[in-house]
C-alpha cells in the first residue's frame, strides 16, 4: 500500500513538474523523427498480464525492400541515443505508473514474445508490477547478460522494501548522469532474449500469453 501511495504521488508530481521539458521532448522528436511522437507496445505487467506501454519514440521507421524494419544499430540516431543515455524517452512510463500499469521501481517490462521463454524462476520477475527502473537497471542496465538480469529482477522480487525502493532511484539518478550501461557490447540497445538452451521453458498461461 504505502509503494502504490508513493507511486501516485511521485508520478503525479513528475508529471506536472516536467510537464515543459516533456514538451521540448516531443516537439524536438515531431522535428527530427518525425511522427508518431510516441512509441506504443503491448507489454507483459502484473502476473504476465498485457498492458499497453508508452514511451518517447527514439528510433527512425526505415524500412527493407521487404517492409521489415531495419537492425536498430540503422535506426537509432545521435538524438536517439541521446534520449536514451538521459532517459528522457522513459517520461510517459510516468503515466502508466500513475495508471498502475507500472511502479516506479521494479523488473522492466520486457517483450510479450519471452513469456513462454522463461525458465520457473525468471518467470518469477512478474510477481511484482514492472517499473520505469529496477535492481537490474542500477547494476549494469544493458550491459548485463539476460542470465545476470534475470538474477537480479527475482532477487528484488524476494528482497523488496521500500527502503530499497528509494535506494534504487537514488541510484537511478547516479546512473543517468554518469550513462553507464545503456546498450549491451556491440549493440545499439540489447540483444533479443533467445531461452534457456538447458532448462525447461515455462508456459505461461492463455490469460498471460493472449
Known amino acids: 500500500m504505502i509503494k502504490r501511495i508513493f507511486d501516485v504521488v511521485a508520478s503525479t ?3 506536472v513538474v ?12 515531431h522535428r527530427k523523427l518525425g511522427s508518431p511522437v510516441f512509441f506504443r507496445q503491448t507489454r507483459p ?16 521507421d526505415a524500412l527493407d525492400k521487404h517492409g521489415n524494419p531495419l537492425p536498430d544499430d540503422q535506426r537509432m540516431t545521435p538524438f536517439g541515443s541521446f534520449l536514451r543515455a538521459t532517459s528522457l524517452d ?19 517490462p520486457l517483450l510479450m514474445e519471452y513469456l513462454p521463454l ?17 535492481w537490474a537497471q542500477v547494476n549494469g542496465r544493458n550491459a548485463l547478460s539476460w542470465d545476470e538480469k534475470f538474477k537480479l529482477d527475482v532477487w528484488y522480487v524476494d528482497n523488496r522494501s521500500f527502503g530499497l525502493d528509494l535506494n534504487i532511484l537514488k541510484l537511478t ?16 540497445t540489447m540483444t533479443k532474449f533467445r ?9 505461461a498461461d492463455n490469460e498471460s500469453r493472449s
Open 13 to 15: 508530481v513528475a508529471l
Open 45 to 60: 505487467g502484473l502476473h504476465g498480464k498485457p498492458f499497453e506501454m508508452v514511451k518517447f519514440r527514439t528510433m527512425l
Open 18 to 29: 516536467l510537464l515543459p521539458v516533456t514538451a521540448v521532448v516531443a516537439l524536438l522528436i
Open 195 to 203: 531461452g534457456n538452451p538447458h532448462e525447461m521453458p515455462c508456459h
Open 118 to 134: 522463461y525458465s520457473q524462476e525468471q518467470y518469477r520477475r512478474h510477481e511484482v508490477r514492472p517499473g520505469v527502473t529496477g
Open 173 to 188: 539518478v547516479k546512473q543517468v548522469l554518469v550513462r553507464d550501461g545503456i546498450s549491451a557490447e556491440g549493440q545499439a
Open 90 to 108: 522513459e517520461l510517459p512510463e510516468l503515466w502508466n505508473v500513475l495508471k498502475g500499469d507500472m511502479s516506479l521501481v521494479g523488473p522492466r
